[in-house]
């Protein structure tokens, strides 16, 4: 069992900038790929970025390329998304997640371990 805690949220003026941390208790968290999604009021899931085992592989949703950046430190067991440029349209809550033996991937039926999440506000 993964468990993993999100941190760094909070409430920004469009084209502010935020750093979310997802700490894991998976000492091994070498295991899995680790992704960043996120869900708006009314909407639905939706995948934002994911990051390889080696951190050596990235993938981005179309909205946020070229704004977000994830990462990983495997040696602190943490996976982060740095926020640019920050949109109204970012506002949400903001899931980490772990999958186990696959390759990056935006398809969240992948991901086996959830956070509980951290709100994400962008005022205009």
């Known amino acids: 069992q993964v468990q993993l805690v999100e941190s760094g949220g909070g409430l920004v003026q469009a084209g502010g900038s935020l750093r979310l941390s997802c700490a894991a208790s998976e000492r091994t968290l070498t295991r899995y790929t680790l992704g960043w999604f996120r869900q708006a009021p009314g909407k639905e899931r939706e995948f934002v970025a994911c990051?390889?085992?080696?951190?050596?592989?990235?993938n981005y949703a179309d909205s946020v390329k070229g704004r977000f950046t994830i990462s990983r430190d495997n040696a602190k067991t943490t996976v982060y998304l740095h926020m640019n440029n920050l949109k109204p349209e970012d506002t949400a809550v903001y899931y980490c997640?772990?999958?186990?033996?696959?390759?990056?991937?935006?398809?969240?039926?992948?991901?086996?371990?959830w956070g509980q999440g951290t709100q994400v506000t962008v005022s205009s």
């Open positions: 997640a772990a999958a186990g033996g696959v390759f990056p991937t935006p398809l969240a039926d992948y991901y086996d371990y």
């Open positions: 990051i390889s085992r080696s951190g050596g592989s990235t």
